[in-house]
């Protein structure tokens, strides 16, 4: 058997936290799940009840394929086994695995609320484990109830994009995102860096679009300016209005 790679954490989830970046992961890799021969997805880190990974089989099935395989992979066996009772094979499986994904060569890797417990020295080897087989790896942090999350999409062990995602209704201010940044840019929030720009930057936008026509509207008109004010924003309205914004990772937009 292949030795596990990482360490077990806590293993705090919630139904339906991790619906943002399913919704994304439809969107961003379904043409590549569509295309592949075996559509395996894993879910990294499924915490101490599998409902996630169960949700993220049952949304991608319904949006992307229906024979879509997902993983869930666990560093703890207690969880592995306790997540037994909801397996569905060959759809979806739970077994045992760390950061070496257990000799398994997915199209797309979710790794949400793993690496947040780990030293930030330690985000980079476990990128380039992940994406090793030539996967595309979702890995970012989310609130107890997912109304905040961001992420980064990282190939080949490099970061490419970053999407920061909440839900508009109960949003009050952008600057809420300082606190579940990713791991790797979560310490570099001070001036002087990319990511503390782009969110002083986004705060900015989102000040100067104050509008009575609510938080949706609020958010369109900040994405629209930051577009005007030269943010190379990745995506359009259609994702803007689910509260999202993707751009390119922020040492791509001045690398420190
Ligand atoms: C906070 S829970 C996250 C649960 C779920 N992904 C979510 O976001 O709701 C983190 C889980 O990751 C697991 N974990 C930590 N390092 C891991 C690794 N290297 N490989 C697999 N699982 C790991 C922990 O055991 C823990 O159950």
């Known amino acids: 058997m292949i030795k596990p790679v990482g360490a077990i954490t806590r293993g705090t989830t919630n139904p339906n936290r991790l619906r943002r970046v399913d919704n994304f992961i439809a969107y961003r890799c379904g043409a590549l799940l569509k295309e592949a021969a075996q559509p395996l997805v894993i879910d990294l880190g499924y915490g101490a009840t599998p409902v996630t990974a169960v949700e993220l089989r049952g949304r991608l099935a319904a949006a992307v394929r229906p024979d879509v395989v997902v993983a869930g992979l666990e560093i703890d066996p207690v969880r592995v086994s306790d997540a037994q009772p909801f397996a569905d094979p060959p759809w979806l499986l739970f077994r045992r695995g760390g950061f070496e ?5 997915p199209v797309v890797v979710r790794a949400f609320n793993v690496l947040r417990q780990y030293p930030e020295e330690e985000v980079a080897a476990a990128w380039r ?17 997912g109304r905040i999350a961001t992420w980064t999409v990282v190939e080949g062990g490099v970061p490419s994009t970053l999407t920061l995602s909440a839900r508009l209704p109960v949003l009050s201010h952008p600057a809420i995102f300082a606190e579940r940044l990713p791991k790797a ?18 705060g900015r936008a989102w000040d100067a679009e104050a509008t009575p026509f609510g938080p949706r509207q609020r958010w369109l008109a900040t994405a629209r300016r930051m577009r005007a004010d030269g943010w190379p924003l990745l995506d359009g309205p259609a994702r803007w209005r689910l509260g999202e914004l993707t751009l390119p990772w922020p040492a791509r937009l001045w690398p420190v």
């Open 129 to 145: 484990a992940m994406t090793a087989t030539g996967a595309l790896l979702v890995e970012g942090t989310c609130d107890e109830l």
């Open 101 to 105: 994904l257990a000799g398994m060569a």
């Open 185 to 202: 840019l979560i310490h570099h929030n001070v001036p002087g860096h990319p990511v503390h720009e782009l969110l002083r930057a986004l």
